[in-house]
């Protein structure tokens, strides 16, 4: 958990202008819940193109990107195909028209290859099964590698492989984070913290920026450390309509109004005039919601407290060097070590 003396606080307009550029990876870190829509929407407002898009649940975020014109290729498991091939959305009409490509993955293989790329692996092997079904026989434009196959050096068997993802950069939404970029999310974890920990760069926007005494408090919460971080953004509902725990709840209406108006490519314009474009930001997103639906419908999905019970993390101290600056087992100061060391001829340079 990393504290560098560096704020990497800034605005999404900030943060996506300097770290994000047309043509990279681009990995969407949350999964299902809580998804970094602010992030979303400013990429859109500052259209970037010709994204490799990997996304392990393809809801609101992935068609809002799509309709913006910024996806050529998608990576996923899964995408909100509401109403089928007949009902549209963005992801059916990328498709149906040619500009959308896609790999298909199971849950399990899509993680494998954000576990490869975040310890540094060249591949994952994965379970056999997958290769009696269509997911293993149908490339698209990941071709062979996709998926290859080797001979086990234990068993002899035949094990699928899947190769170790990289995007350029993930985008996230946690709920706190400090100014240094010790970035802290809880509740449904899925790929999470793989997505984030495998990208080159990471862009974390959170609910709140909280002191650094907040996050060392509890540490297990923590799953992306400063160094890691490009950019810290704050933004309240910076989700929404999407859900984040211990904040608010989804916003099934909004959501709901959405889906309708991405059955159709005129109605999913139309949205996003209104509510991507038509707002510089997330507070002028939410001024314009209070607007048309009124403060008191947000303040509903606002979450009730209900806190877990605290863990003492406390110890007799914190360093084996006292405030004298020696060492509470041997009495020495380092220098006094180091000379005793190099007396005994067990100092190497």
């Known amino acids: 958990m990393a504290q560098d003396n560096q704020s990497k606080v800034m605005s999404a307009k900030e943060a996506v202008d300097r770290f994000v550029a047309d043509g990279e990876h681009l990995i969407i870190g949350n999964y299902t819940v809580g998804t970094c829509l602010e992030l979303v929407f400013e990429i859109c407002r500052q259209k970037r193109r010709g994204f490799t898009l990997y996304s392990q649940s393809g809801i609101l975020d992935v068609d809002v990107l799509i309709n913006a014109g910024c996806v050529d290729r998608l990576v996923s498991t899964y995408v909100m195909r509401s109403g089928g091939k007949s009902g549209g959305g963005a992801v059916e009409r990328g498709l149906q028209a040619g500009t959308l490509e896609m790999e298909d993955y199971t849950n399990f293989n899509y993680n494998a290859r954000l576990v490869a790329g975040m310890h540094g692996f060249p591949f994952m092997p994965v379970l056999e099964g997958v290769m009696a079904t269509d997911l293993f026989r149908k490339r698209g434009f990941m071709g062979d590698d996709k998926y290859r196959v080797i001979e086990c050096p234990y068993t002899g068997k035949k094990l699928p492989t899947v190769p170790a993802a990289n995007p350029d950069v993930c985008i996230i939404h946690v709920q706190r984070a400090d100014r240094y970029g010790n970035a802290q999310y809880w509740g449904s974890m899925g790929s999470v913290a793989a997505a984030a920990l495998c990208s080159r760069k990471i862009i974390v926007s959170c609910e709140e920026i909280v002191e650094h005494d907040v996050i060392r408090s509890s540490p297990h919460f923590t799953i992306i450390p400063a160094f890691r971080t490009s950019a810290v953004v704050e933004s309240p509902w910076g989700a929404h309509p999407t859900e984040v725990l211990g904040y608010y709840n989804r916003d099934t209406f909004f959501y709901s109004m959405f889906a309708r108006a991405n059955a159709t490519a005129d109605g999913a314009a139309a949205w996003m005039d209104e509510w991507v474009y038509g707002c510089e930001d997330r ?67």
């Open 283 to 349: 507070k002028s997103y939410l001024d314009h919601y209070c607007e048309v639906f009124g403060s008191g419908v947000l303040e509903r999905l606002r979450a009730k407290a209900f806190y877990s019970a605290p863990a003492n993390y406390g110890t007799a101290y914190t360093s084996l060097w006292d405030e004298n600056g020696r060492n509470r087992v041997l009495g020495l100061t380092l220098e006094e070590v180091e000379r005793e060391m190099a007396e005994r001829g067990l100092l190497y340079e």
